[in-house]
């Protein structure tokens, strides 16, 4: 869709010149090239806006627009043996990827993967993030993670 939106700008961009070209030697109106230049950088703009938001976006490690991080926050609070939450980061890897870090306070430690694998598929179909990764931690014993700004003793 997006392909198909630029090559009709840029078909659009080029039949502009050509009339404009058009125009201009049978008019003689010569203040046309600037002003047809200056359209063109306004549509190259207007349609490379959202590319532009992205790349800062990313390169600022920013949460990506399309990601609300409170859902994912309550989801992971939703999950029976999740107690508390922490360190919780979500980026772009690239324009298309997401990924997700996080921590999980759990008062019974998994004896097997079955809470990563459910996590990973929620992960995936919820919230479109394909690469997460989970540290899981138990509520039980002296541990607090330094990450765990809430109880950290820094
Ligand atoms: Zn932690």
Known sequence: MADSLALITDAGVSLGVV????AIMFTGWLWLDPVLSLVIVAV???STWGLHKDSVNLSMDAVPSDVNVS?????????TEVREIHALHVWAISTTENALTVHLLCETMPTNNDLLEKIEDDMHHLFSIEHSTVQIESTSGNYVCILNHDKAKI
């Open 19 to 22: 009339i404009a070209g058009i």
């Open 44 to 46: 190259i703009l207007v």
């Open 71 to 79: 859902e994912i926050k309550k989801y992971f609070l939703s999950l």
